[in-house]
């Protein structure tokens, strides 16, 4: 699935946003934790996720050695990185909450989509109420009449959430 956000990318980003970074490289992670406390779980687990624990304990600030130890033991016992955010009773809450903030975007990307299915379906009905042509409703509002196209035949990321409520307003003021 094209939308489907996966967890490594999300602490990527996270990571660059909690660190100020001018680049996704651990290494510039690990250089902001002097300073920015706040990021330090969400870069352990990238390490983690990545496969570069000892590339980031040789970065570590000596104060922060013994979290990180404590995690690799934890992350020893499971599958995998979002099993162990999940299911772990042990780990501190500062990790779970950056495994919750992933869980949130993914969550609200997947309702956009939901959302998204329903303006389609209101949209091929209000077209064919109104016998109006999606060339008018395009020329009208602005829009690429071949994002239009794909839209209404389901690939649903050819519209933004704004784009569909212009859309929406617009088809019931016909």
Do not use: I, W
């Amino acid at each position: 699935m094209r939308n489907k956000l996966q967890f490594k990318n999300f602490l990527k980003r996270y990571c660059k946003y909690l660190t100020s970074s001018p680049d996704y490289r651990l290494t510039s992670f690990s250089k902001e934790l002097n300073n920015n406390h706040r990021a330090m779980p969400a870069v352990m687990l990238y390490s983690l996720e990545t496969g570069r624990q000892d590339d980031l304990f040789k970065r570590l600030p000596e104060d922060m050695k013994t979290e990180y130890r404590n995690l690799l033991l934890e992350f020893e016992k499971y599958k995998n990185l979002a099993d162990m955010c999940e299911n772990s009773d042990d780990l501190p809450m500062e990790f779970k909450k950056v495994y919750m903030a992933y869980k949130a975007t993914f969550d609200r990307k997947k309702d956009e989509l939901v959302v998204k299915k329903m303006y389609k379906n209101l949209f091929n009905d209000l077209l064919k109420k109104n016998k109006v042509s999606k060339y008018k409703v395009c020329k009208d509002n602005n829009l690429v009449q071949s994002n239009l196209n794909k839209f209404l035949n389901g690939s649903l990321g050819c519209l933004s959430l704004k784009k569909c409520r212009m859309l929406d307003t617009y088809l019931d003021n016909l």
